[in-house]
């Protein structure tokens, strides 16, 4: 319990420094265990398809590029549409899926191609 109080208290002092820091530690582990699901769907040892590079650089891409973005574009939309109400929630929902997820989604799946030569399944 005081860990989830010093995070908490983290939050409120350096909120996007430690999400940031947080979303680096939950990429960098989702993707030791993509890589691990990955390796027994192949049948084949893990140590022989580990690739920490990528898992570096997925966590990277979260740290510095996704929690930054997310973090502003959020309050940006929170400004912009306040509220929670239907049309509030329906236009910052709309905006969202237009504007940033497409590019967001494509950014990181060009990114995964280029840096490793293929799509993972993960």
Partial sequence: MDLIKKYNRLLKKRQLLTRSITAFWISLTGDFACQYLESKLDNTKFSEIFTL???????IFGFA???PG???WYQYLARTFPGTGFRAASSKFILDRVLISPPLVLGFRLTD??????MGRC
Avoid: P
């Fill in 70 to 72: 997310m973090h502003f």
């Fill in 65 to 67: 590029v996704v929690t």
């Fill in 53 to 59: 590079k990528r898992s570096i650089n997925l966590a």
């Fill in 113 to 118: 191609s280029n840096e490793w030569g293929h």
